[in-house]
């Protein structure tokens, strides 16, 4: 019979004594079982003791907390917490440095308890540990172990941080910009910093006094205190005011900060733990938030300055120095430009910018991209004003839109996540890594948009498919905008429906019991089918051309199956021929018998040779031999990846060995995606006759080719 829900056995240590075993009645008052406990060593004075844990964090046990008791849990018979407080406040005060010493050892690990700092807090030990701090006295270990109980005191949030004094902000703020300090005090004075800014706005203004970003940058390329100083820089941008706010983004701006980051930091020669993570993400959303003002800023239609930003995107686009001294022409002229620069206002774009976001900021993008980027942004403006109309990618549209796009996806405005540790390393590769990221992203816009010859019903469509190869590519952590754009031109527009059709494939849908049987069942049908074409490919043969020293003038020779999957037939021909090649043509032939092997790539004899150095990494990925008795070999190189896989997987599948290649796993899902899909439709749409006849069941047939590479 299992015991009841409110009893727990556990055991309980003492030093110098057996433990003892017993079950603790949890409706019983926490002071009767101590009581108990105690009588069971002959321990008097019971009010004087407490039960801790004895692994972990062994924090004291009270009557909130005993319900977290498990059986066969380890406890510990202790001194009470204001008893430990007291001896410990007094023992700190002492005389002796040993006993000091080990009593702010003893302090530290206990402050983390809340029970315990409840009491100490009560006997003004935090005063305490600021005038030992305050007094200057302290070094070594023992001012790291009173730094680090003053912080975990604090930490419980039960006294205000607008209790410290001036004294001793100047004192922690000293130990941060002395130069040969130790760094356990120099991670927590980083840390009671950090704390101070966050949690008290006046003690913000006397902390930002006594430290810079400047003198913080210097503590980033050591290693072990790296992470405490991003964090405090981080708290003091978060808390500057508003009027300090653009002085600290001109510092975080400096490329000395930015490349100590990247270099140290992010390429350093250590792994990024989660906490550098989050202050990393927690650096990249505050510099991003710098941009928020520009985004909620509409632009003024009637503000000269303004529109001759616009004016200036003409005249790059178009070089329109010379423009008609006819105000009528100059009008009509700047309506055409502006239709052609995409605008959806043609006689006054700036009312394009006076929705927010992304306002002002999509502007800045366009402006930035033309002055930057000239030769990408005129290529861009031109290409579509000589499209056919319904074909154009209306640029300004696009950029505004993209804008706020961007904006979106990387949080503009919104305030750092706890937890979150979502940074972009390319972000801190550029001193203009936002600019930079539209340019490349309003230049992949523009390549979808062709590549779904998308026309103006069609622009929602785009911005979708766009969003989504963003998300795609920042999900792949890319290290530099250089890479950004390699993993886009990857995730083209086909890609992207090649993706959104695997995973509607992979969805629980396909992933329930019945379908997956059902793909289990088809899989050798198809498997067959595979196999069948391509013996069939290799009975129909192909032209291989022929590697020699002496390459003056190209020779080819043709191989193939027979039809009975008995001999290769294989020989040279003068030129590359334009149909099948009928066997007597063909001298050379090896049973199929005598075959032992076929191999690839760097394991063909004919790569290994010296000639072979200089063939380029295409070749090699084109090769393959056939080893047959005696230590003879017939070697290949495929004229492309198709004609590759179609001949190693036949030869594969002539030998009765599996399958590998790309192209065999790219077919097999594609056919056993129609086949469930023929199958599921049909079950869909069956009738039942009344007397069904008995009809055999006939083989799948598919009649299939390939496009491949």
């Known amino acids: 019979m299992p015991p009841p829900s409110d009893i727990v056995k556990v055991a309980i240590e003492w030093p110098g004594a057996n433990a003892q075993l017993i079950e603790i009645d949890q409706k019983k008052p926490l002071s009767s079982i ?70 702010l050892k003893e302090l530290a690990k206990l402050s983390a308890d809340p029970t315990f700092a409840g009491e100490f807090i009560n006997m003004e030990g935090i005063g305490t540990l600021g005038r030992l701090v305050e007094s200057g006295t302290h070094f070594g270990e023992m001012l790291a172990f009173t730094l680090t109980a003053f912080l975990e005191l604090m930490d419980h949030g039960i006294v205000s941080w607008d209790l410290i004094s001036l004294s001793f902000i100047k004192q922690i703020a000293g130990y941060v910009n002395q130069p040969m300090v130790d760094v356990s005090i120099l991670q927590r004075s980083l840390a009671i ?66 490349s100590i980051i990247l270099n140290h930091v992010i390429r350093g020669n250590r792994p990024i733990k989660a906490e550098m993570a989050h202050q990393l993400y927690v650096l990249q959303v505050l510099t991003f938030n710098l941009l928020e003002e520009r985004m909620m800023t509409k632009m003024d239609p009637s503000d000269q300055a ?27 002229m700047y309506t055409k430009d502006y239709k052609m620069l995409g605008f959806t206002n043609h006689v006054n774009p700036a009312v394009d910018f006076t929705q927010t976001p992304p306002g002002m900021l999509a502007l800045d993008n366009m402006l930035y991209l033309a002055k ?113 754009k390699s993993k886009l031109r990857s995730l083209s527009y086909s890609e992207i429906l090649r993706l959104r059709q695997s995973e509607r494939m992979s969805q629980d849908d396909f992933q329930s019991p019945p379908i997956i049987e059902l793909r289990e069942r088809i899989q050798p049908e198809i498997l067959e089918l595979i196999k069948q074409q391509r013996l069939n490919r290799l009975c129909e043969g192909s ?51 005598d075959i032992k ?36 070999a017939l070697n290949f190189v495929a004229p492309n990846k198709y004609e590759y896989c179609i001949w190693t997987d036949g030869l594969c599948a002539l030998l009765g060995r599996e399958m590998g290649s790309d192209l065999t796993r790219s077919d097999l899902d594609t056919l056993i995606s129609m086949e469930m899909k023929l199958r599921l439709l049909d079950l869909e749409n069956i009738t039942i006759p009344e007397a069904p006849p008995p009809v055999p069941k006939e083989p799948s047939t598919y009649n299939f080719t390939y496009n491949y590479g």
């Open 34 to 103: 101590i009581r108990e406990v105690c009588d069971g060593w002959s321990l008097s004075g019971s009010e004087q003791f407490a039960l801790r844990y004895a692994d972990g964090p062994q924090l004291y046990i009270t009557e909130q907390t005993r319900g977290e008791i498990k059986n066969g849990t380890i406890l510990r018979l202790a001194i009470s917490p204001g008893r430990a407080a007291r001896q410990l406040l007094e023992r700190i005060q002492s005389h002796g440095i040993d006993a000091r010493l080990e009593a």
């Open 193 to 258: 910093l950090e704390s101070m800014v966050l949690n008290s706005h006046s003690l913000y203004h006397r902390v930002a006094q006594e430290i810079t970003v400047g003198q913080l940058i210097g503590h980033l390329s050591n290693q072990e205190i790296q992470t405490y100083a991003i964090a405090l820089i981080n708290a003091l941008f978060l808390k500057a005011p508003e009027d300090r706010r653009q002085e600290m983004a001109g510092t975080l701006a400096q490329k000395h900060l930015r």
């Open 306 to 332: 303004q529109r001759d930003v616009i004016f200036e995107l003409r005249r790059i686009a178009f070089d329109g120095d010379n423009d008609p001294s006819n105000a009528e022409k100059r009008k009509a």
């Open 372 to 484: 930057l980027h000239q030769d990408t942004y005129v290529r861009i403006v031109l290409e579509n004003s000589s499209r056919e109309d319904k074909h154009e990618c209306p640029f300004g549209r696009c950029a505004i839109e993209l804008t706020r796009m961007l904006c979106e996806i990387l949080q503009v405005g919104e305030l750092p996540n706890e937890g979150c540790n979502d940074y972009h390393p390319m972000f801190f590769t550029h001193d203009r890594a936002w600019e930079e990221f539209f340019c490349v992203c309003i230049q992949l816009l523009n390549k979808t948009w062709k590549e779904m010859r998308a026309t103006a019903e069609d622009f929602n469509k785009v911005m979708q498919v766009v969003r989504e190869q963003i998300t795609r590519a920042l999900a792949m952590k890319p290290s530099s905008l250089d890479q950004l």
């Open 543 to 593: 032209c291989f051309r022929k590697l020699g020293n002496r390459r003056r003038q190209e020779k080819f020779w043709f191989c193939r199956l027979s039809l009975n999957h008995k001999v290769l037939h294989y020989g040279d021909l003068d030129e590359s021929p334009q149909g099948e090649v009928p066997f007597e043509m063909l001298t050379d032939k090896i049973p199929v018998s």
């Open 597 to 632: 092997s076929v191999v690839t790539g760097k394991d063909c004899p004919h790569m290994k040779e010296k000639s072979a150095l200089k063939q380029n990494k295409e070749v090699l990925e084109l090769a393959f031999s056939i080893l047959y008795d005696p230590d003879e």
